[in-house]
């Protein structure tokens, strides 16, 4: 199991930014592909970006250009920097770890844009 936990989220206003922060309790192999989805009260959760142990990155359109996912391995960390907020970007995210065909969900963290 990989224990993962968000921080980073809050309340900004349109056109602001957030760094969002995924610690894992263990270590993150390089080989693991890491990602964020969100999820919206009464909403699905959904897709936002992810990136490879290669460091190859794939995001939503939504928020491609806004966006950057990054990872740090010797911090056991995976990052998401967000620019140019709008209001539907507020959510829920979530950070995940694909180890072994098996993806494992953090808690969630809130991040809240008013327009």
């Known amino acids: 199991q990989v224990q993962l936990v968000e921080s980073g989220g809050g309340l900004v206003q349109a056109g602001g930014s957030l760094r969002l922060s995924c610690a894992a309790a263990?270590?993150?192999?390089?080989?693991?592909?890491m990602g964020w989805y969100r999820q919206a009260p009464g909403k699905q959760r959904e897709f936002v970006c992810r990136?490879?142990?290669?460091?190859?990155?794939n995001y939503a359109a939504s928020v491609k250009g806004r966006f950057t996912i990054s990872r740090d391995n010797a911090k056991n960390t995976v990052y998401l920097q967000m620019n140019s907020l709008k209001p539907e970007d507020t959510a829920v995210y979530y950070c995940?770890?694909?180890?072994?065909?098996?993806?494992?969900w953090g808690q969630g963290t809130q991040v809240t844009v008013s327009s």
């Open positions: 995940n770890v694909l180890r072994g065909g098996t993806t494992y």
């Open positions: 990136i490879t142990g290669g460091l190859n990155t």
């Open positions: 263990a270590r993150i192999f390089g080989t693991d592909a």
